[in-house]
């Protein structure tokens, strides 16, 4: 019994240690590093901007494009997005470009987040 007991919390543990790191690959996400707007690209019929930079694009989700990076008007953080690019455009100032590992927005990778930093 002492055996069986040990057993089932040895499997529980490996469980739980699954779980834990398959919760945490799934919740990582990719940036950019630091780098330059280039180029903040606008149109083709949708609600949503695209940013192209000094460095290459990163692209953990295997976009089919990977000319920029994509946000439309449907992603929460949408308007934040769009006025940090402005501004780090606008100033110059170098940017980090966080996107998802498994989603793509019109073939490019997906903006998450933008970090503009103070110089």
Same mark, same amino acid.
């Given at each position: 019994?002492?055996?069986?007991?040990?057993?089932?919390?040895?499997?529980?543990?490996?469980?739980?240690?699954?779980?834990?790191?398959?919760?945490?690959?799934?919740?990582?996400?990719?940036?950019?590093?630091?780098?330059?707007?280039?180029? %903040? !690209?606008?149109?083709?019929?949708?609600?949503?901007?695209?940013?192209?930079?000094?460095?290459? &694009? #990163?692209?953990? +989700?295997?976009?089919?494009?990977?000319?920029?990076?994509?946000?439309?008007?449907?992603?929460?953080?949408?308007?934040?997005?769009?006025?940090?690019?402005?501004?780090?455009?606008?100033?110059?100032?170098?940017?980090? %470009? !966080?996107?998802?590992?498994?989603?793509?927005?019109?073939?490019?990778?997906?903006?998450?987040? &933008? #970090?503009?930093? +103070?110089?």
């Amino acid at each position: 019994m002492k055996e069986e007991h040990e057993m089932s919390r040895q499997a529980r543990s490996r469980v739980a240690i699954g779980l834990a790191a398959w919760a945490s690959l799934s919740l990582a996400q990719t940036g950019s590093g630091q780098t330059n707007i280039t180029n %903040i !690209t606008t149109g083709w019929a949708t609600e949503g901007f695209g940013l192209q930079t000094t460095s290459p &694009i #990163v692209n953990p +989700a295997h976009c089919a494009v990977v000319d920029s990076y994509q946000v439309d008007n449907s992603v929460p953080g949408y308007k934040t997005y769009y006025a940090a690019a402005l501004l780090a455009f606008g100033m110059g100032r170098s940017v980090q %470009i !966080t996107v998802s590992n498994t989603a793509c927005t019109q073939s490019r990778p997906s903006i998450i987040g &933008i #970090v503009v930093n +103070a110089s």
